[in-house]
């Protein structure tokens, strides 16, 4: 008996080690913000996403309202798509809405920055809905490029 | 003059002898026969007492250490606006220094001593002698199973120190402190990396079980059998092992990442 409570505790054990282990090489963690029922898809295509990464949060005026779920290349347009979970807490928005991928201060994370569109109430704007795309989008800024533009721009006076 | 020289001489000749039967005793455990199958109930009660027992010491160590970690990390990151990056920050701290090593110190402190304690009383009290007469190696019986749990159980309970730290640290970063818990896991992921980071701090954990569970059984093999001899032995055991551990982190971080 007592052998066999050692054997189940040290079968316990390395059952606990190896989940440990399994955490680590995952690090999946359930994102319960956003789970199947309560959210929505949105696409947006960026000429250069920078250091945009799966998981980045998107943000309407700097509150998180998502997630950014999945980016993959347009294998035709070469151009990257970014596709954002939202919650549908935050449904509704106008298709003239716009996407812009910020930095989070100097140094900090690069998200997704959402910029409500107006809604003509008389005309009838098209809201977005699951899977919609955002057209009007501005890419993330390349250090590099702002520099080479400020030195010609130097060089031009 | 001379008897100075003498002094100097017989304390070397000493040190020198005694890494000798250290450096046998390793050699006879490792390439000793020692059959798993056969031998399997003796390793699995050591299994347990040198793993399971200390479990509940590693978490509670390990959370700790993560969320201060996360505390401390965050005061400093938040001034320059990048408390984004508390989650590589504590991630690769556990990851590389602080899981192998602290694991390694509690483990002497914990395991490490008592195995000292138990094989010394067990010279003193010519167990050992004992199991010698009676044609029973007591390498093979008493040591090589205490000798294998400890060198099995030590980079799990790294890992397991590793896991609860940065839940630790997670807690504290973003259930407390704020920190978007997007960021903290998908800057994290895109810090860590498979070899540098996990596999390196496990090579790390192994050589310091190792290190440890071998000086620790050695201690205890070589004490001088009387109850001042193993409480001498016991305090080497720790002392000794936790210089070796933080002297050959430097050594293994200098080859891994310098």
Not at chain 2, 130 to 146: H, N, Q, T
Not at chain 2, 206 to 229: H, N, R, S, Y
């Given at each position: 008996?007592?052998?066999?409570?050692?054997?189940?505790?040290?079968?316990?054990?390395?059952?606990?080690?190896?989940a440990?282990?399994?955490?680590?090489a995952?690090?999946?963690?359930?994102?319960?913000?956003?789970?199947g029922?309560?959210?929505?898809?949105l696409?947006?295509?960026f000429?250069?996403?920078?250091g945009?990464?799966?998981?980045?949060p998107?943000k309407?005026?700097?509150?998180?309202?998502?997630?950014?779920d999945?980016?993959?290349l347009?294998?035709?347009?070469?151009?990257p798509?970014?596709?954002?979970?939202i919650d549908?807490?935050?449904?509704?928005?106008s298709?003239?809405?716009s996407?812009a991928?910020?930095?989070?201060?100097?140094?900090?994370?690069?998200y997704?920055?959402?910029?409500?569109g107006f809604?003509?109430?008389e005309?009838?704007?098209a809201?977005?809905?699951?899977?919609?795309?955002?057209?009007?989008?501005?890419s993330?800024l390349?250090f590099e490029n702002?520099?080479?533009q400020?030195l010609?721009?130097?060089?031009n006076? | 003059?001379?008897?100075?020289l003498?002094?100097?001489?017989r304390?070397t000749?000493?040190?020198?002898?005694?890494?000798?039967r250290?450096?046998?005793?390793?050699f006879?455990?490792i390439?000793?026969?020692?059959?798993?199958?056969r031998?399997w109930?003796?390793?699995?009660?050591q299994?347990y007492?040198?793993?399971?027992?200390?479990?509940?010491?590693?978490?509670?160590?390990?959370?700790?250490?993560?969320?201060?970690?996360?505390?401390?990390?965050?005061?400093?990151?938040?001034?320059?606006g990048a408390?984004?990056?508390?989650?590589?920050?504590v991630?690769?701290?556990?990851?590389?220094?602080l899981?192998?090593?602290?694991?390694?110190?509690l483990?002497?402190?914990?395991?490490g001593?008592?195995l000292?304690?138990?094989?010394?009383?067990?010279?003193?009290?010519?167990?050992?002698s004992?199991?010698e007469?009676?044609?029973v190696d007591p390498?093979k019986?008493v040591?090589?199973p205490?000798?294998?749990?400890?060198?099995?159980?030590?980079?799990?309970?790294?890992?397991?120190?590793?896991?609860v730290?940065?839940?630790?640290?997670?807690?504290?970063?973003v259930?407390?402190?704020g920190?978007?818990q997007g960021?903290y896991?998908s800057?994290?992921q895109?810090?860590v990396?498979?070899?540098?980071?996990?596999?390196?701090?496990?090579?790390k954990?192994?050589v310091?079980?190792?290190?440890?569970?071998?000086?620790?059984?050695?201690k205890g093999?070589?004490?001088?059998?009387?109850?001042?001899?193993?409480s001498?032995?016991t305090?080497?055991?720790?002392v000794?092992?936790?210089?070796?551990?933080?002297?050959l982190d430097?050594?293994?971080?200098?080859?891994m990442?310098?």
């Amino acid at each position: 008996m007592e052998k066999r409570k050692i054997e189940v505790l040290v079968g316990l054990f390395i059952v606990g080690a190896l989940a440990a282990l399994l955490l680590l090489a995952l690090r999946v963690v359930g994102d319960n913000m956003l789970d199947g029922g309560n959210s929505y898809r949105l696409q947006a295509r960026f000429d250069n996403i920078g250091g945009l990464k799966e998981r980045a949060p998107v943000k309407i005026g700097g509150v998180v309202v998502g997630r950014v779920d999945n980016i993959v290349l347009d294998g035709q347009s070469w151009v990257p798509v970014v596709e954002m979970v939202i919650d549908s807490r935050y449904s509704g928005l106008s298709e003239h809405s716009s996407a812009a991928v910020l930095t989070s201060g100097l140094l900090g994370e690069q998200y997704v920055g959402i910029t409500p569109g107006f809604i003509d109430e008389e005309e009838g704007t098209a809201l977005l809905k699951d899977g919609g795309s955002i057209r009007d989008t501005k890419s993330a800024l390349v250090f590099e490029n702002l520099i080479s533009q400020f030195l010609y721009n130097q060089d031009n006076k | 003059m001379v008897e100075f020289l003498a002094r100097n001489g017989r304390a070397t000749l000493n040190h020198l002898a005694e890494a000798g039967r250290a450096g046998t005793l390793l050699f006879r455990v490792i390439l000793g026969g020692y059959r798993l199958r056969r031998d399997w109930s003796l390793l699995l009660k050591q299994l347990y007492m040198v793993g399971v027992l200390s479990v509940a010491i590693i978490v509670v160590s390990g959370l700790f250490i993560g969320m201060v970690l996360a505390l401390q990390g965050y005061n400093v990151l938040v001034d320059y606006g990048a408390e984004e990056s508390l989650g590589p920050l504590v991630a690769l701290s556990l990851l590389r220094e602080l899981g192998p090593v602290v694991t390694a110190l509690l483990f002497a402190g914990r395991a490490g001593s008592s195995l000292t304690a138990e094989i010394g009383l067990m010279k003193a009290t010519e167990q050992l002698s004992s199991l010698e007469m009676m044609a029973v190696d007591p390498l093979k019986r008493v040591i090589a199973p205490r000798f294998w749990a400890g060198v099995i159980c030590m980079p799990l309970l790294a890992l397991m120190f590793n896991a609860v730290g940065i839940l630790g640290g997670f807690l504290v970063g973003v259930e407390w402190l704020g920190v978007d818990q997007g960021s903290y896991w998908s800057i994290m992921q895109a810090a860590v990396d498979w070899q540098d980071d996990l596999l390196n701090g496990v090579i790390k954990s192994v050589v310091f079980a190792l290190v440890v569970t071998w000086i620790a059984v050695f201690k205890g093999f070589d004490a001088v059998p009387t109850a001042e001899g193993v409480s001498r032995a016991t305090t080497e055991t720790v002392v000794h092992s936790s210089l070796a551990v933080l002297a050959l982190d430097f050594v293994l971080t200098a080859v891994m990442f310098g």
